[in-house]
């Protein structure tokens, strides 16, 4: 893997952190970004071999730092194929610390299980079922509870607090790996967001903006500006396939208004928090009523992101709103086509509605998956610390520094001045979105059950057009939650 790499492909490997999390999955990746990248990267490969030698040698150092007393065996389990490594960040980050690890302990034999990620699902669920899951093992959010309760997982809060790296985790990236006040999982692999404001900079500074407008009122200015001088409306945005409006707007929306604690009580399913709840009720009132003010374009319930997000590469539309997957496929686009457009690119978090009260510089991104430990492995203390050992080195901050260099990624343990400098202005910017200058939330639809969103986003579609209101809608995921997921 090349450590400079051009910004089309370091922008199209940030889909993969974030399939996991949203509806979007397999059907949304840039296409057009592998060929051209792989023809001008071949240039650069013999240049950037030796500094890519030297930093795993770097890596490898510190993997060796760790003295252990295990010499058995260790089952790990995951899904970092070698096919999916290729041009995959997260991926290749993972399988490159794997490796460095195994060479520093070279008396602990780690037995990898590796599986495509669909088969990986089905397999590590049968068994969890059977009881016999392996040592070491990528553990999914919304299994955390159920397998928690059962036994099945080690209770890694004293682990995870004691670690070397704590003061550097990322502690949101924890939510999906807790029940009550204890952790389960060390989160791994890299993190893109669902939802960011992508904008033309030269098109709203023409309408009088510097940036993208931190409040909705001066968008709906901006859109009689932009209507008036030959635009079809102001925000591109795209919900045909129904899930678009819970990932790419709601959880971030929802978080505006409830605040983070609420989602974590909703994961818990403790009874402290409730979809009828009344911050939760006025973040859908707030989503039907900006869908009806006439600044999105009309048609967004019947037009996927893919379609959307061509308004905007068309310059019919200044703004666009989606995921990190569309930022890589309008970058990839925009670079190939018109250089301009590329280098006017503009990220800002939703606009915050005038009667939300919580953080209003959150975006949802998220770590769809964990480092988890067999509750079982406990009962042989040197290989649990040679367990422990492995998922704080995968997660910390060898594996943080790798994918930032080379792809401009970012995992749990942060970065302290990260060198972007081989990369353009655009990818750096999209990376400081991500991981720098906003506030984490949770991606809805990453956990709970799908029964419960399938009723959300059903009725989603109905509000955003007008049909039906706040408190029906919150009332009916409300029940759709208590029957799928309080009783399991």
Not at 305 to 327: L, V
Not at 353 to 358: H, K, N, Q
Request: aromatic share 12%.
């Amino acid at each position: 893997m090349k450590k400079k790499v051009l910004s089309v492909l370091l922008a199209s490997t940030m889909v993969a952190g974030i399939l996991a999390g949203c509806g979007s999955s397999s059907s949304t990746e840039a296409p057009a970004a592998d060929a051209s990248t792989e023809a001008a990267a071949a240039d650069t490969e013999a240049a950037e071999e030796a500094s890519t030698e030297a930093a795993a040698e770097e890596d490898t150092e510190a993997a060796d730092s760790a003295e252990l007393a295990y010499t058995g065996e260790i089952n790990l389990m995951h899904y970092s194929t070698s096919e999916e490594s290729e041009g995959n960040g997260g991926s290749d980050g993972f399988r490159t610390m794997i490796a460095n690890w195994e060479e520093a302990h070279p008396d602990i034999t780690l037995n990898q299980n590796v599986l495509a990620n669909d088969e990986y699902k089905t397999q590590i669920a049968t068994m969890a079922a059977a009881g016999d899951l392996p040592d070491v093992f990528l553990l999914q959010g919304m299994n955390t509870k159920s397998w928690a309760a059962q036994g099945l997982i080690l209770d890694m809060t004293d682990i995870i607090k004691d670690s070397p790296y704590y003061a550097d985790y990322n502690q949101d990236y924890f939510t999906p790996f807790k029940d009550g006040d204890k952790l389960y999982g060390l989160p791994v692999l890299t993190g893109g967001t669902c939802t960011v404001v992508i904008y033309d900079k030269a098109a709203w500074k023409d309408a009088g903006f510097d940036s993208f407008p931190d409040n909705w009122d001066d968008v709906k200015k901006a859109d009689e500006y932009f209507k008036a001088n030959g635009y079809d409306g102001t925000i591109a945005f795209g919900n045909g396939g129904q899930w678009q409006a819970n990932s790419d707007f709601l959880s971030t929306l929802g978080d505006r208004y409830t605040g983070k604690e609420w989602f974590q009580h909703i994961i818990d399913g403790d009874g402290e928090a409730s979809f009828t709840d009344d911050s939760f009720v006025s973040a859908l009132q707030f989503m039907q009523d900006i869908f009806q003010s006439g600044i999105f374009n009309s048609d967004f319930n019947s037009v996927t992101n893919e379609d959307a997000r061509e308004y905007f590469i068309a310059g019919d539309y200044p703004a666009f709103i989606g995921g990190n997957w569309d930022e890589s496929y309008i970058a990839a686009t925009l670079q190939a086509d018109d250089e301009e457009a590329y280098n006017n690119l503009g990220f800002a978090v939703l606009p915050q509605p005038a009667d939300a009260t919580e953080d209003a510089n959150s975006q949802n991104i998220g770590l769809g998956y964990a480092m988890a430990i067999n509750s079982k492995v406990a009962d042989d203390p040197d290989k649990l610390a040679a367990c422990i050992d492995f998922c704080e080195y995968v997660t910390g901050p060898e594996f943080a520094s790798y994918v930032a260099e080379n792809y401009a990624l970012g995992g749990l343990t942060k970065v302290a001045d990260v060198d972007l400098s081989g990369f353009d202005e655009v990818t750096q910017a999209f990376y400081n979105y991500s991981y720098v200058d906003t506030t984490p939330c949770e991606i809805y639809d990453s956990y709970v059950d799908p029964a419960v969103w399938s009723v959300c986003n059903t009725g989603l579609q109905e509000l955003m057009n007008g049909t039906g209101t706040a408190k029906d809608l919150a009332a009916d995921i409300q029940a759709a939650y208590e029957e799928n997921y309080l009783k399991k």
